[in-house]
């Protein structure tokens, strides 16, 4: 069985939570990528839509149109996505209707993390986005309304949709193997909002953590960082539009 129309309808109706209360994490990325904030950017991530999510969507907006890749790499990245899905683009972050978000953008920069058992555990992060999303450098920024929600939506998706489940669960035993590489944890928000991390190279093992030590990567290091990647990014786009500073330690 896959998911359907109703599906999403319900998701979309009970998952509208902000990732954080406190914080617009746009405008931290966005003065580092010409004023775009980097998930509103398809030259970062090509929104993608399962065919029932995209029936959903073209009847509740405009505001998407199917993606029409303009070079050999886009066009690669297409041609996988649509496979299984469709491709698609929206208006741009300025335009954004909130209520008619995708899912996947919704969720941004979280996927619904799987043990090797199957059993879903908690929020992971497109850990390609490391150097580029505010939010995986402060994870404790990140909202409990916003956990719930992410966490019931996904519950209503991979119960219905065999597809999903396993495309979720194939993305969590990758970044295992990636992490354990690297030798290093994968953090998780769990499903209770609690921290947690999976140990590198021990079968999958989940003990608690201290999100104080999550890892920061990029600009985000540090405030050092981020100013000399913000002006790095004024040279090359010229003075941002809109974004503001990222709070950093003292």
């Not at 969507?57 to 041609?79: F, I, N």
């Not at 879903?120 to 309304?145: M, P």
């Not at 495309?167 to 928000?189: G, K, Y």
Request: net charge neutral; proline share 8%; hydrophobic share 35%.
């Amino acid at each position: 069985m896959g998911a359907k129309k109703k599906h999403y309808q319900t998701i979309y109706e009970n998952f509208g939570a902000p990732i954080s209360k406190a914080h617009d994490c746009g405008k931290y990325c966005a003065p580092l990528n010409g004023g775009q904030p980097v998930c509103c950017d398809h030259d970062h991530a090509i929104p993608a839509a399962s065919p029932p999510e995209w029936k959903v969507m073209k009847k509740r907006t405009d505001m998407w149109k199917r993606y029409k890749p303009k070079d050999a790499h886009a066009k690669k990245e297409v041609a996988e996505i649509e496979e299984t899905c469709v491709a698609i683009v929206c208006n741009g972050a300025k335009y954004c209707e909130r209520d008619n978000r995708l899912l996947a953008c919704r969720a941004f920069p979280f996927y619904p993390y799987f043990t090797k058992d199957g059993e879903f555990a908690g929020l992971a992060y497109y850990w390609v986005f490391e150097d580029r999303c505010w939010v995986i450098s402060n994870i404790e920024a990140v909202d409990k309304a916003y956990v719930k929600e992410f966490i019931e939506a996904y519950d209503t998706l991979t119960d219905v949709d065999e597809g999903e489940y396993l495309a979720f669960h194939e993305q969590s035993a990758n970044m295992r193997r990636v992490f354990s590489r690297r030798n290093a944890p994968i953090p998780l928000i769990g499903l209770e909002g609690e921290y947690l991390q999976v140990l590198p190279k021990s079968g999958g093992k989940i003990v608690p953590a201290d999100p104080k030590k999550y890892p920061k990567f990029g600009p985000y290091r540090s405030r050092k960082a981020y100013e000399k990647a913000a002006k790095e990014a004024e040279e090359m786009y010229g003075p941002a539009e809109w974004g503001e500073m990222p709070p950093f330690p003292a």
